[in-house]
Every structure is written in structure tokens, then in C-alpha cells.
């Protein structure tokens, strides 16, 4: 059974930092490319970042490229997302996601792509 387990959410003030884990269990945590997206209030899910199995890392916008770092330990069975300088539209609930495999940019950037989902992780950035 495979199961994702988000962590490191919380409230941080503008400018501030958080890196959320995402532990997986239950996979061949090495074969998988992972992804982050998170959904704001009343918003829908958006991309935000992916790491394919051999660490290729792609970022929805040139704002999070600067901002986020997606990275993945294989031997923790973990991926992370370090985000500084966090804004308070970067707030939501953020998820991680897995698929089996190698993808295109377009594909990790979807998450029809994706098998396995997490319960999601809240951020909130005040201002």
C-alpha cells in the first residue's frame, strides 16, 4: 500500500522559510518522479514543482524557481521542498504526488500524470 505523508506545514511571516518532507512508503521510492502542488482557498490545484527519479527539477514559474528548491533523498525515501522567502500567496495546502517512471515537462507538470497523492500539508504566510 503506497502512502505519502506530507509534513513540515504551518504559519510563517512574510520573508519567512519552511521545507516540507514528503515521506513514501510502500514504492520503489527511486523509480518514481515526484511533484509538489498545493490549492489556495478557492482556487484550483496548481503545479508547483517536480523532480524526475535521476533529480531533474522543474518549477512552475521563474518566481518559485528562485524561491523553492525541490529536492529528493532516495535513501530516506523523501522529497522536499525548501521555500524561502515565502509571500502570502504562497499560501495554500500542499501536496506531494508520485508516479511511476520518466515524464516529459508538460506530464510532471499535470497532476492527471500522478498516481499517489498525500493528504496535504497547510502553509499560511502572513503578511
Known amino acids: 500500500q503506497v502512502q505519502l505523508v506530507e509534513s513540515g506545514g504551518g504559519l510563517v511571516q512574510a520573508g519567512g522559510s519552511l521545507r516540507l518532507s514528503c515521506a513514501a512508503s510502500?514504492?520503489?521510492?527511486?523509480?518514481?518522479?515526484m511533484g509538489w502542488f498545493r490549492r489556495a482557498p478557492g482556487k484550483e490545484r496548481e503545479f508547483v514543482a517536480a523532480?524526475?527519479?535521476?533529480?531533474?527539477?522543474?518549477y512552475a514559474t521563474d518566481s518559485m524557481k528562485g524561491r523553492f528548491t525541490i529536492s529528493r533523498d532516495n535513501t530516506k525515501n523523501t522529497v522536499y521542498l525548501q521555500m524561502n522567502s515565502l509571500k502570502p500567496e504562497d499560501t495554500a495546502v500542499y501536496y506531494c504526488?508520485?508516479?511511476?517512471?520518466?515524464?516529459?515537462?508538460?506530464?510532471?507538470?499535470?497532476?492527471?500524470?500522478?498516481?499517489?497523492w498525500g493528504q496535504g500539508t497547510q502553509v499560511t504566510v502572513s503578511s
Open positions: 504526488a508520485a508516479v511511476m517512471g520518466l515524464f516529459s515537462v508538460d506530464h510532471l507538470k499535470n497532476s492527471h500524470t500522478y498516481n499517489y
Open positions: 510502500g514504492l520503489s521510492f527511486s523509480t518514481y518522479s
Open positions: 523532480i524526475s527519479t535521476y533529480g531533474f527539477s522543474i
